[in-house]
């Protein structure tokens, strides 16, 4: 006969009525101890749903109970406890109650398994916070294993998100099986903590990339965070050597880029850290989404890029002034990025470019943009004559960053001198580059303007109409507006002096697609090169829209031949860049002098048939 295992902890013994049992299995392998009445394996107990209830919070909470159930999830070394359901027999079949709870074990960790079955007395506690806490039993008087069960208990199917009622709540703390088809949307926690975030219904979108900010946009972001589960290792420690729920860790030929699905997961619910997490019990099936070998086909014999570099900053221009403010901390991490730029650029063969996020640090040669054009024109060699816009400024506004034109004088003739507007909100940031260019082959003229407008963040600073208005648009959303009127003004002023209002504006607006800026251009009668098409350029926690935008004058309307976005960073991981410094040896092989995740946005490119000059004379 095999004999139950008991555990008490021996400063509650004198209190509790002794009782000597021989002890198979120790849980903390110190032999034989006393226990009491609350030890009888067998003995009364409280169903686990009766702790949880239907509610968000225990209705026994502060109570002394005894439980005795299935360990579904032993994690005492990593989160200081295990995860125990009851069996099939003793369940309710009240759909709105769990019948999972956590056991939280102080001190040594016990040596429990999967499969155990655990009777336990203690308290039970609500951990984390009032508005998000996982239901436990806590403070425990007395723990042991009764034997082990032939199965564990059957796991809740689920087909879609629980949305209803308390939602993920009603299976806090027991197995799932999740049946429905996951897409991973973010894996920025993947190497620093074993976690993954996948959603139902396939991709997330930003709210005000799809609906007009306000309650829709707000509807719509509660939406996508009620659709989504953070996968985990069930280990608080950062940096984890292995993730036991993946086959493998990610590779250049394997990248675990969002957008991948997962078949069905099965594993044991948390909530913890105000979220709610699930462990898988097993390793996934991992369905990877394609890596665009090319950027997108796109018509036109003009070519056209915009491309934040993010924060390209090259030291001294000599090796050395490393760590800078900003980008690449080490000459070798600027090599790496330098690369990993290059590699897009060449691929993206614009014969025009509006760079943003380059150091602000003049156009002398050891310059940060005079480097990186000299570098890619070397990369081109005879097929490209790569030049540098350069204003009259020794620098372009007081901002650490900036804007650049980059063009290919082969294809193009600069006319006249830059411009920059440098009036207020401008100003206060980064100063729009404007510079009038013909088209060497047609005679035709158009101004390119190089923009990167005020970002959402740094909301302290925020007031007024630029404090979070809570309408999905962020902070600053007042100076972005003020922006486009002033833009806009600016332009229809005819600063470069072309005569024409064939004007195209690239970068990084920081808006979506539905906000107020980008609809403001459009009510002042330019249009997005995208235009009704629903794209993106940017992945912010697993949301994805558009900030960049290629904007057109209506007059340039008709000579739009194509636009396209090539999608080679925002769904990367971001350990594929070109960082070492804080990097694991894991996230260090993931690098690859190519061009997936040379930056955090994707580029733009479009294409322009611009009519000949001729013919636009012609009466």
């Not at 993730?243 to 990610?250: N, S």
Request: hydrophobic share 40%.
């Amino acid at each position: 006969m095999t004999l139950p295992t008991c555990w008490r902890p021996a400063s509650l013994a004198a209190a509790l009525i002794p009782l000597l049992v021989a002890c198979d299995r120790n849980p903390l392998g110190n032999g034989t101890v006393a226990y009491d009445a609350a030890d009888l394996c067998g003995g009364r107990a409280v169903a686990l749903h009766e702790i949880q209830g239907s509610g968000m919070r225990s209705p026994l909470l502060g109570s002394a109970v005894v439980v005795e159930a299935v360990v579904v999830r032993a994690a005492t070394d990593t989160l200081g406890g295990v995860f125990v359901q009851d069996e099939q027999a003793d369940r309710d079949g009240d759909l709105d109650s769990s019948e999972g709870l956590f056991v939280a074990i102080d001190g040594p960790p016990p040596k429990l398994a999967v499969g155990d079955v655990l009777r336990a007395a203690g308290e039970v506690q609500e951990r984390g916070s009032r508005e998000s806490s996982l239901t436990a039993l806590g403070a425990l008087t007395s723990l042991r294993v009764c034997g082990q069960s032939e199965s564990l208990p059957d796991a809740a199917l689920l087909e879609q998100a629980p949305l209803a009622g308390d939602g993920w709540e009603r299976y806090e703390g027991m197995r799932v099986t999740i049946e429905a088809p996951l897409t991973v949307v973010d894996q920025g926690l993947l190497y620093r903590r074993g976690q993954l975030v996948v959603a139902f219904g396939g991709r997330q979108w930003q709210a005000t990339e799809v609906e007009a900010p306000g309650e829709a946009a707000r509807l719509l972001a509660a939406q996508n965070l009620a659709r989504r589960i953070v996968l985990d290792d069930a280990d608080l420690a950062e940096g984890p050597k292995s993730i036991d729920y993946l086959p493998r860790w990610p590779r250049s030929n394997r990248p675990l880029r969002a957008g991948s699905r997962l078949a069905a997961v099965t594993g044991v619910l948390d909530q913890r850290e105000g979220q709610y997490r699930l462990y898988p019990e097993s390793e996934l099936e991992i369905e990877q989404a394609p890596r665009p070998d090319q950027p997108p086909a796109v018509d036109g014999r003009l070519r056209l890029a915009s491309f934040n570099l993010l924060n390209y900053f090259n030291g001294d221009g000599q090796g050395q002034g490393f760590p800078t403010s900003r980008g690449a901390k080490t000459a070798p991490e600027l090599q790496r990025q330098r690369d990993k730029l290059l590699s897009t650029m060449v691929a993206l063969d614009a014969d025009l470019f509006a760079v943003a996020e380059v150091e602000n640090d003049g156009y002398e040669a050891d310059a940060a943009l005079p480097q990186l054009v000299e570098a890619l024109d070397r990369k081109r060699g005879r097929r490209r004559d790569y030049q540098f816009v350069r204003p009259a400024s020794e620098r372009l506004g007081d901002d650490e960053i900036t804007v650049g034109l980059i063009y290919d004088a082969a294809k193009l003739s600069p006319q006249g001198e830059a411009v920059s507007l440098q009036a207020s909100p401008f100003d206060q940031g980064r100063p729009a580059l404007a510079q009038r260019f013909s088209e060497l082959s047609s005679g035709a003229q158009f101004t390119a303007v190089a923009v990167h407008l005020k970002s959402k963040g740094g909301c302290d600073d925020a007031r007024d109409a630029d404090a979070d208005q809570n309408d999905g648009q962020g902070c600053f959303n007042g100076q972005r507006r003020r922006a486009v009127a002033v833009l806009a003004d600016w332009l229809s002023s005819d600063p470069t002096g072309q005569g024409t209002d064939n004007v195209v504006i690239l970068g990084d607006f920081n808006a979506y697609r539905m906000e107020d800026p980008i609809r403001d251009l459009r009510d002042l009668g330019y249009q997005t090169a995208a235009g009704d098409e629903r794209d993106y350029s940017y992945a912010w926690r697993g949301e994805l829209g558009s900030l960049d935008h290629a904007v057109i004058s209506a007059d340039l309307s008709a000579a739009l031949a194509g636009f396209g976005v090539w999608h080679i960073n925002a769904d990367e991981l971001v350990e594929s860049d070109y960082r070492l410094e804080g990097r694991s040896r894991e996230a260090r092989r993931l690098y690859q002098a190519d061009a997936y995740r040379s930056s955090d946005h994707d580029p733009l490119l479009l294409g322009l048939d611009l009519p000949d000059a001729a013919d636009e004379a012609a009466p």
